[in-house]
């Protein structure tokens, strides 16, 4: 049973390019969340999805960044006009459905950040 | 009031003897307490969890200590390991999105 996977591991981008990130869930799991760490420092809560519907984006930047969902396919992570302030791991995770443990959240290894 | 206070910031233990790991909150909606563990360079992995009806829980060497009228929960690692050296975060949770705390450095001296 695989985990949940991140992709890209490593992205490097310049000032003001777009970063995109990818998360596929565990197999079975319906509920996605992304988390930011910064250097040195604890998991910041972003936003927290379910299939095509946002749950909860109260940690989110209000402008540049969004996240989705879709019926098909991983969950993506945007960032527009990337700033050196973005640099970070951006961390994955995701929960079984409402029927079981919903807290439980296991998480995928990042994709590390770094903006030039 | 949605914090999580985390102490201490960094830990030295021998091999073989415990380490502690403290954590606060102010918020009594929290429901869900998960301790988490990191490697450099990987995600966290949980550890063990405790939901605030039950003042203790053991699993293997990891044992979480819940003390709901303080709102204080702690992490103890008997017989600690070198292979246990990693971040330690606790977090707690209420409607899906963990708050976590500014972690722990654990080094386990052999």
């Known amino acids: 049973n695989a985990g949940v996977m991140q992709n890209p591991r490593h992205l490097v981008r310049r000032r003001g390019q777009e970063a995109r990130l990818r998360c596929s869930p565990m197999k079975g799991h319906s509920h996605v969340y992304w988390y930011r760490q910064l250097p040195e420092e604890g998991l910041k809560f972003m936003v927290y999805?379910?299939?095509?519907?946002?749950?909860?984006e109260s940690g989110m930047p209000k402008e540049r960044f969004s996240a989705e969902f879709p019926k098909e396919g991983p969950s993506i992570l945007r960032i527009q006009q990337v700033v050196r302030g973005d640099s970070a791991a951006y961390f994955c995770?995701?929960?079984?459905?409402?029927?079981?443990?919903?807290?439980?959240?296991?998480f995928g290894p990042g994709t590390r950040l770094t903006v030039l | 009031q949605q914090q999580v206070k985390q102490s201490p910031q960094s830990l030295i233990v021998q091999k073989g003897g415990i380490s502690i790991i403290n954590c606060a909150y102010e918020?009594?909606?929290?429901?869900?307490f998960p301790w988490y563990q990191q490697f450099p360079g990987k995600g966290p992995a949980l550890l063990i969890a405790i939901r605030p009806d039950v003042s203790e829980k053991k699993e293997g060497r990891f044992t979480i200590s819940f003390n709901k009228s303080a709102k204080q929960f702690s992490l103890h690692i008997m017989d600690s390991q070198p292979g246990d050296s990693a971040t330690y975060f606790c977090a707690a949770s209420t409607g899906g999105k963990l708050i976590f705390g500014q972690g722990t450095e654990l080094s386990v001296k052999p």
């Open positions: 999805l379910q299939k095509e519907n946002i749950i909860d």
């Open positions: 995770a995701s929960s079984p459905p409402a029927s079981l443990h919903t807290d439980t959240q296991y």
């Open positions: 918020n009594t909606a929290f429901d869900y």
